[in-house]
């Protein structure tokens, strides 16, 4: 079946250091892909999308690129500020079955300043 | 943007009774809402998934009894804990999606505290 696999945290940063965030899939055809942020306290927000391979998606400094030859759509950001603290959820999409989402676990950043 | 009022955001409840939580979305139809339920520090279970007028289809492990679903109309979804126990405490999230569209709008979340 379809899953989704995130590096697991919580992962500390100083501010301004380069951020990665693994994310790696599982799934038949061509599903979106997607990562949303969660603030403490917070609800979820998408953060980004890609919808067919190759694409970037990008937003508030943040990029991921859809690469199916290897099945990964990783979170990056150049230069991280301690507003980017949060936990960090990378979800797939398929169509049909009503397009419901599949989430890795999370992964929680605390950029120190 | 798409924006989804989930209310309440807090409620406490003693051990027994029933709790609602619903979901709006303000400017767009809501033709699949899904239902979450999160644990601390854990990833999102998907509790439900309902079409506006249909029944809600539960995942496996989910008691319909006990988590009733309603979403009678495109702009509302409801969720009713029912006999709620101190295991039921969770935090509860609902999402949104409008057919033909392709995001997911959350709203901001229910905590949920049986005491």
């Known amino acids: 079946g379809n899953s989704v696999t995130q590096m697991e945290g919580p992962v500390t940063l100083s501010e301004e250091a380069f951020l990665t965030i693994n994310c790696t899939y599982t799934a038949t055809g061509y599903p979106s892909l997607f990562w949303y942020v969660q603030y403490p306290g917070e609800g979820l927000q998408l953060l980004l999308k890609a919808t067919k391979a190759d694409d970037k998606g990008s937003n508030k400094g943040f990029e991921a690129t859809y690469r199916k030859e290897t099945t990964s759509f990783h979170l990056e950001k150049g230069s991280v500020q301690v507003s980017d603290s949060a936990v960090y959820f990378c979800a797939l999409s398929q169509a049909g079955n009503n397009r419901k989402l599949i989430w890795g676990l999370g992964t929680s950043l605390a950029v120190n300043p | 943007g798409a924006v989804v009022s989930q209310h309440p955001s807090r409620v406490i409840c003693k051990s027994g009774t029933s709790v609602k939580i619903e979901c709006r979305s303000l400017?767009?139809?809501?033709?699949?809402m899904f239902w979450y339920r999160q644990f601390p520090k854990q990833s999102l279970m998907l509790m439900a998934t309902s079409n506006e007028g249909s029944k809600a289809t539960y995942e496996q492990g989910v008691e319909k009894d006990k988590f009733l679903i309603n979403h009678a109309s495109l702009t509302l979804s409801t969720l009713t804990v029912t006999s709620a126990h101190p295991e039921d405490s969770s935090f509860y999230i609902c999402?949104?999606?409008?057919?033909?569209?392709?995001?997911?709008?959350f709203g901001s979340g229910t905590r949920l505290t049986v005491v």
């Open positions: 400017d767009f139809q809501a033709t699949t």
């Open positions: 999402s949104a999606r409008e057919a033909g569209a392709g995001g997911y709008t």
